[in-house]
């Protein structure tokens, strides 16, 4: 395997990565094995991929961990997700302290069952101090729900007097959405080969370089990643300008 490491550019680092984190079901159908197979063999990567970035000095790492549109899987599915969150999160704040990585949660947390916000907000409270990295985790999360939930905001916002309709400026907006506290991602990794947005961060992801991996989730390691960092500091970023411009 070639060594992508060696070729990375410390001084174009990515400073925010976004990764939708697909394939488990598949990688699992593959082996014969339940989707929630899968799905625990992912667990893995999250920590070698989070690992990995703290290590090169990544800041934002956000995996799309749950969509709004998961909870129509079956049941069983589900629940076992649920379970399996928990699960991890008790398990990997030792490795997340030792890292010193934040812990981070975007989405629609409320409607999350109360066994899995307790452990999510136990784990975001003990790394709270953390400053390495900040792992995001997007959970019951759709980038269609956070525009809306950050419009219906402003407009009470608007309603209430405390804000003029002319002061809705492209900043104010992304004030608004849950990822305010972040950098937009520099990066998108999907894995799996899949070739879509799949409703995660669409506001976020207007100038963001995207990266598209065949490999499955479950098998996606540190040299996948460090891969896909290689490719994205080959790529010339020009937000709307010439290349003459950049050169300039």
């Not at 400073?15 to 990688?27: K, L």
């Not at 608004?176 to 506001?203: F, V």
């Not at 065949?214 to 010339?236: C, G, M, S, T």
Request: some cysteine.
């Amino acid at each position: 395997m070639e060594d992508f490491l060696s070729q990375i550019d410390d001084a174009k680092l990515p400073e925010h990565v976004a990764v939708i984190m697909d394939g488990n079901g598949r990688w699992a159908k593959e082996k014969n094995k339940p989707r929630v197979f899968g799905h625990k063999n992912g667990v893995t990567s999250v920590r070698e991929v989070s690992e990995a970035c703290a290590e090169l000095g990544v800041k934002f790492l956000t995996l799309y961990a749950f969509s709004t549109e998961n909870w129509s899987r079956p049941k069983a599915e589900v629940t076992a997700l649920m379970t399996l969150l928990v699960e991890t999160v008790r398990r990997e704040l030792k490795t997340l302290s030792k890292n010193k990585i934040r812990l981070h949660a975007i989405g629609n947390i409320e409607q999350l069952p109360k066994a899995t916000q307790k452990a999510l907000l136990k784990g975001i409270e003990e790394t709270k101090d953390n400053d390495r990295m900040t792992l995001t985790l997007a959970l019951n999360y759709s980038a269609r729900w956070e525009i809306m939930n950050a419009t219906q905001k402003i407009a009470q916002q608007v309603e209430q007097g405390l804000l003029k309709s002319a002061d809705v400026t492209e900043a104010v907006f992304t004030s608004h959405l849950e990822t305010h506290n972040m950098p937009d991602p520099a990066l998108l990794i999907r894995t799996s080969g899949e070739m879509r947005i799949s409703n995660y961060l669409l506001w976020q992801l207007a100038y963001t370089e995207l990266y598209f991996s065949p490999v499955y989730w479950p098998d996606f390691r540190k040299n996948h990643l460090y891969e896909a960092i290689v490719n994205f500091q080959q790529r010339e970023r020009r937000f709307g300008k010439t290349s003459d411009q950049l050169q300039a």
